[in-house]
């Protein structure tokens, strides 16, 4: 093989590994970003529940408070 072909095969296997690279870089953002998204989600959750625990755990205080009143 002489030095240009050389030259060429080296670029192109070269190219082809960028290319992959290119490629596996690609997935891992994909990756991340769906990470991102579940876990953005899973807070999201989180908040309403505890929005819904805390209204809750209101009222069952404003009736302990009703209960003691009536006792007195």
Do not use: C
């Not at 819904?52 to 007195?72: C, F, K, P, S, Y």
Request: no cysteine; net charge negative.
């Amino acid at each position: 093989m002489d030095e240009r072909a050389a030259l060429n095969r080296a670029v192109a296997e070269h190219l082809a590994r960028l290319r992959q690279r290119l490629a596996d870089g690609k997935s891992e953002i994909e990756r991340q970003r769906a990470s991102v998204d579940a876990t953005h989600e899973h807070l999201a959750d989180m908040s309403r529940w505890i929005e819904q625990t805390d209204e809750q755990l209101g009222r069952e205080r404003a009736r302990r408070d009703d209960d003691r009143h009536a006792e007195n």
